[in-house]
């Protein structure tokens, strides 16, 4: 008998089949117009494209009103300009994009294409569209490929990556459709935000946002903010002094939760520690671990020990060039230019031996959940949403649509087996591959970590089976590696990312061998290379496809269900045959952490084995339960960081805002004369309490803030002793005088000067502030977790101090830029010619700091110019003859503020004579 919701699906349709049944006459529409369009010219098409961003722009018709004949006109020039024709599944997955969905489609549909109608579709507005890739190399593919597309329809592709130079990139953000990392785009806000001029700022709005591979960036990435920082006081001897302890702890010192990935010292552990450091001269005697002055030390042992616990080389970093090179979790590749913060990738660094780069210090940061929250819509395409289709609901208000495939699909997924240790399933793993390979069927192994594809490697050698390796080592050669995948008997080892952006087509990949060929011998004639390799990849094909298709093998479950699936989806493209199998043992991570000890008493009941697996889809289920467990996990530590970012997000929108205002503004006098008077207001307010009396007010203290905060002598005592005067009237009196002081200035300076001059400084004491309080903010979110062991909560104790110091924070600012356009003044004729002639001897200081940077290290420094005229060098502290340490007899007899008779230069009191 069906249940009732079984029924209703059998009878209703799921609620994601009714929305790909209401766009099917969207897609019967667009159709219909395809003999109309690809009757037209190639500038035929460049005028419809004309035609309707008049009518949109000029004549207000929605995007939606046009959508049919937009998207018919993009599948044309598509044809021409890549020879591809849409198939209506790509066509429904761009309505979903448009309509501000992310597009759930399998590996090899497309998804690339599928970009291009909405990204047409919106950058009609002419306000430009951003398409955003996983990696650069995919950026500048796609705006390659697909810019071919745009053009053809008359508008303009650009691409952002690192170290642009400005004008290009500046360039490539004015352009229709900008294709650009996640990393690029957000980097480039920051930056867009420090910047001194409207002119120097390279992002023009925040519009429309087509995310590829959404999932990654959105989530994977999410739980990492983006930090522009600057260099802060180097530590390295710090580091290196603390690292050197570690190795005389034992387990038993410390504590590691594997499942929050967090280490602690037990008791024992804080004695062990305290001792060693004492020992090391790295902690004084009289000094205890948990005395004030000992937090600095705390925090880094704390990293320290995290670093040796928790951070593995080549797992979640590799060594490269000798640099510290994180490697990302989700997808394997190298994150260059990515740190870890808090000290923790200096402590990693002093693990490895490498050269510890300085800490720093956040200029400015933003998490990807909050800038992608800044643009008015956002789409988003991947193979892999549903399982978290919750969290893109309520963290982005995207919802998910599973788009059909273009043809069935004909993958058998085969239930996981699942040994008792990683040797008997690595063992199995190996014969599984040679059994395949004999039959000449393509293998694509995922593993989860560099060690263990390497493991595998090794094993592979030793059978005599050839293979590729894929993993961040070989990160430059990804796609040429992912292009040889598919063909006969061909063994491709993956860590984690399977080649993603890149499909693994059956037989090969006919574009890489054309352009490898041609690269090889140019002299070729290109028709025929391609007609030969063709021919070549049809043989190839066939056989793989007798062979079953492309085999995928898991060597290991990950905590994200995602993941699996991605790894999965490599095979069974656009109707392939092919087939999936995850091997296990209890030693694998996600087993070992989420109770594999009651398999481990199931397997032993049922008496298997060496080298014996088990396979049944009990075990299928209990596994999805336990990473449904973690992602549920995860998802709540993403949303708490969210919660707390979104505190801060409100204060950066508030800022960012206030500083575009202001770089915006032909001038800013109104907005510093309102700061002046409202530092007036509460000077006022602190020296004259509203509703006192007179003899409660601090006139002096008043008189004393005029001199400081406005530079200003008032003869507060007199106007307070005239009749009528109160708070108001003695406020009132303040600002008229200090008003007439600003316009004194601004005659003396010149109007234009003093408009500049006013800029400056409030961009200036902005970031300067902006910057402390980010300081603060890290410091108090450090912190206010304590709050929960005196039962109050952490987020609105977070919330009510984060305002404060917010508040605090723009009344300093006020106070700031009040005080230094109160001292600005114009230079003497005397004091301008003093200045000259410092910065002519600076120049001249410069020059000969040159010469003698330039002289060999061998040559003496002595042979530089000389100064003119330089005074006698004064005889330094000397040393008194025949003194003795150890014999006070041969001291003298120094006076207490006398210098020290052994040379150091210091006060005999300081020094020899210090008191024990």
Known sequence: MLGLGTLAKKVFGTPNDRKVKAVRPLVAKINALEPQFAALSDEQIIEKTREFQKRVQENGESLDDILPEAFANCREAAKRALGLRAFDVQLMGGIFLHQGNIAEMRTGEGKTLVAVFPSYLNALTGKGVHVVTVNDYLAKRDSDWMGKVHRHLGLTAGVVYPFQPDAEKRAAYRADVTYATNNELGFDYLRDNMKGSVEEMMQRGHNFAIVDEVDSILIDEARTPLIISGPAQDRSDLYVSIDKLLPGLSPEHYKVDEKARNVTFTEEGNDAIEALLKSAGVLPETQHLFDPESSTIVHHINQALRAHTLFFKDQHYIVRDGEVVLIDEFTGRMMKGRRLSDGLHQAIEAKEGVKIQPENVTLASVTFQNYFRLYEKLGGMTGTAATEAEEFMQIYGLGVVEIPTNRPVQRKDEHDQVYRTAREKFEGIVKMIKEAHEKGQPILVGTTSIEKSEVLSNLLTAEGIAHNVLNARQHEQEAKIVAEAGRPGAVTIATNMAGRGTDIQLGGNVEMKVLEELAAHPEAHPEELRARIEAEHADEKARVLAAGGLFVLGTERHESRRIDNQLRGRSGRQGDPGRSSFFLSL???????????????????????????????????????????????????????????????????????????????????????????????????????????????????????????????????????????????MAERIIENADKMMAEKTEAFGADTMRQIEKQVLLQAIDAKWREHLQRLEHLRAVIGLRSYAQRDPLNEYKTEAFQIFESMLESLRQQVTEQLSRIRPLTAEEREQMMAQMMAQQMGAQGARVLATLPADEPAAEAPAAEAAPPAEPGPQRLAGFDEADPSTWGNPGRNDLCPCGSGEKFKHCHGKLA
Do not use: C
Request: aromatic fraction near 6%.
């Open 587 to 729: 030693e694998d991570d996600l087993m070992r952490i989420f109770g594999s000890e009651r398999l481990d008493k199931v397997l032993t009941t049922l008496g298997l084995k060496e080298g014996e697996a088990i396979v049944h889809p009990w075990v299928n289920k209990s596994l999805e339960k336990a990473q449904a467990k973690v992602e549920g996990r995860n998802f709540d530590v993403r949303k708490q960081l969210l919660r707390f970012d979104d505190v801060m997000n409100d204060q950066r929108k508030a800022i960012f805002s206030q500083r575009l205002e202001i770089l915006q503004a032909e001038h800013v006098a109104e907005i510093a004369e309102d700061m002046r008077h409202q530092v007036i207001d509460e000077m006022v307010d602190e020296f004259m309490p509203p509703r006192s009396y007179p003899d409660a007010w601090n006139l002096e203290g008043l008189k004393q803030a005029g001199r400081q905060r406005l530079n200003m002598d008032m003869p507060v005592e007199t106007w307070a002793a005239e009749e009528g005067v109160d708070q108001a009237a």
